[in-house]
């Protein structure tokens, strides 16, 4: 069983033009939602408790957000409620929560991931090495569209100083210009002399 299009529409209050719709598929599609299952099943059978893991895209390496929520099952998902650990997530609509609907949407949610209820704080400790690997900074040749192109380092024949010393001459106003010469400016021999005898 999928979540509809329009319970979808019809809980964010929006089109496919709204900013939670067009951020959450991009969350969603950027591979931020690192974790959606259900929360382990209760007794009643009319609904289920999700709980997901969003990376925030500022801090990828910090503590992820924590979506949870309640899904009616009947004939077709209805969505009871939702909330997100971040600042805009009380109203249940943010776009980590938007991201895991459109995860509702995509796949069926009688086929997610289980998690115990006590559970759950562990399954960002299994996950957080996965994801700073994925995420971790590479030099440009290991970026995967320069994969196979034939990038390799060369060696420049410059002697480092000869390229300061042309900067300096063709903007001599500059602070390392200013700083190479010295901002003070040369005094005459009879000046130095007075002050020296001063």
């Given at each position: 069983?999928?979540?509809?299009?329009?319970?979808?529409?019809?809980?964010?209050?929006?089109?496919?033009?709204?900013?939670?719709?067009?951020?959450?598929e991009?969350?969603?599609?950027?591979?931020?939602?690192?974790?959606?299952?259900?929360?382990?099943?209760?007794?009643?059978?009319?609904?289920?408790?999700?709980?997901?893991?969003?990376?925030?895209?500022?801090v990828?390496?910090?503590?992820?957000?924590?979506?949870t929520?309640?899904?009616?099952?009947?004939?077709?998902?209805?969505?009871?409620?939702?909330?997100?650990?971040?600042?805009?997530?009380?109203?249940?609509?943010?776009?980590?929560?938007?991201?895991?609907?459109?995860?509702?949407?995509?796949?069926?949610?009688?086929?997610?991931?289980?998690?115990?209820?006590?559970?759950?704080?562990?399954?960002?400790?299994?996950?957080?090495?996965?994801?700073?690997?994925?995420?971790?900074?590479?030099?440009?040749?290991?970026?995967?569209?320069?994969?196979?192109?034939?990038?390799?380092?060369?060696?420049?024949?410059?002697?480092?100083?000869?390229?300061?010393?042309?900067?300096?001459?063709?903007?001599?106003?500059?602070?390392?210009?200013?700083?190479?010469?010295?901002?003070?400016?040369?005094?005459?021999?009879?000046?130095?002399?007075?002050?020296?005898?001063?």
């Amino acid at each position: 069983m999928r979540l509809s299009i329009m319970e979808f529409m019809n809980y964010v209050g929006g089109s496919e033009h709204s900013k939670c719709v067009v951020e959450g598929e991009n969350v969603l599609n950027a591979g931020h939602l690192i974790l959606a299952g259900k929360i382990e099943e209760s007794s009643c059978s009319d609904y289920i408790d999700v709980y997901g893991l969003c990376l925030q895209s500022s801090v990828l390496d910090s503590n992820p957000h924590e979506i949870t929520g309640k899904l009616s099952l009947s004939k077709s998902i209805k969505i009871s409620s939702m909330l997100c650990s971040c600042k805009a997530g009380n109203s249940g609509k943010c776009k980590h929560v938007s991201a895991f609907l459109i995860r509702c949407i995509r796949q069926d949610v009688e086929h997610w991931v289980l998690f115990p209820k006590l559970k759950k704080k562990c399954v960002w400790a299994i996950q957080k090495n996965l994801t700073k690997e994925k995420y971790r900074p590479v030099s440009v040749d290991e970026m995967p569209c320069f994969e196979n192109k034939g990038i390799y380092k060369s060696q420049l024949d410059v002697n480092p100083d000869d390229i300061v010393n042309f900067f300096c001459n063709k903007l001599p106003a500059s602070a390392i210009a200013k700083h190479m010469k010295g901002r003070r400016e040369e005094c005459s021999t009879d000046v130095c002399t007075n002050l020296e005898k001063n």
